[in-house]
């Protein structure tokens, strides 16, 4: 069983709308959550983080945790074509948040 | 906010050679960075952990004598592609964390892609 899972995509949303970006984790011990971007041709960069069950928003961006589900998502709201790129969740494990793992990745297309 | 910084952006070599790529935390000590590859559209894959005064952790595939971590400083570490060949070509990220613990996320560096020819 693969430790962090998203669904591969694409995932194809029109301009303006909500997109909706899923993660699960395997290890009930996992503390912190991230959201990072990554650009065709780039290295990730950190969007969001959450670390408490609920809901974090910070712009356009709302992270929610659900620790009993083991459940992370991530939603863009009035998405824009340069939101178009790949989307990887990454969860903190081990005894002492030492792990750092990293899902797949999904990959967002924002259509025009 | 962290910054990393990763030399060189790109690299061209031709097969056999050796090639250095640095990875500096600019604005904060990293006792701990990941090395990751990445081949066109598939997902990072960590290669090593490296720890500052000690010798990195590998993953299993990853074969240490070719690509050799040093991290001899709380802002440095350097990862060399010995012997390069074509199949070595990808795109290499590294990233760091300022502190261990719950809540401290990666930083990456702009990453370094090398073609080997």
């Known amino acids: 069983q693969k430790e962090v899972e998203q669904n591969s995509g694409p995932l194809s949303v029109p301009e303006g709308a909500i997109a909706s970006l899923n993660c699960t984790y395997s290890d009930r011990g996992s503390q912190s959550f991230f959201w990072y971007r990554q650009y065709s041709g780039k290295s990730p960069e950190l969007i969001m983080s959450i670390y408490s069950n609920g809901d974090k928003e910070d712009g356009r961006f709302t992270a929610q945790l659900n620790k009993a589900s083991q459940y992370v998502s991530l939603l863009i709201r009035d998405s824009q074509p340069s939101d178009s790129a790949t989307y990887l969740c990454?969860?903190?494990?081990?005894?002492?948040?030492?792990?750092?793992?990293f899902g797949p990745g999904t990959r967002l297309s924002v259509l025009p | 906010g962290a910054v990393v910084s990763q030399h060189p952006s790109w690299v061209i070599c031709k097969s056999g050679t050796s090639v250095k790529i640095e990875c500096r935390s600019l604005d904060f000590q990293a006792t701990t960075m990941f090395w990751y590859r990445q081949f066109p559209k598939q997902s990072l894959m960590l290669m090593a952990t490296?720890?500052?005064?000690?010798?990195?952790?590998?993953e299993q595939g990853v074969e240490k004598d070719k690509f050799l971590i040093n991290h001899a400083s709380l802002t440095l570490s350097t990862l060399t592609v010995t012997s390069a060949h074509p199949e070595d070509s990808s795109f290499y990220i590294c990233?760091?964390?300022?502190?261990?613990?719950?809540?401290?996320?990666?930083?990456f560096g702009n990453g370094t892609r090398l073609t080997v020819t």
């Open positions: 490296s720890n500052e005064g000690s010798k990195a952790t590998y």
């Open positions: 990454a969860v903190n494990s081990g005894n002492y948040g030492q792990n750092f793992v």
């Open positions: 990233s760091a964390r300022g502190a261990a613990g719950w809540n401290s996320p990666l930083h």
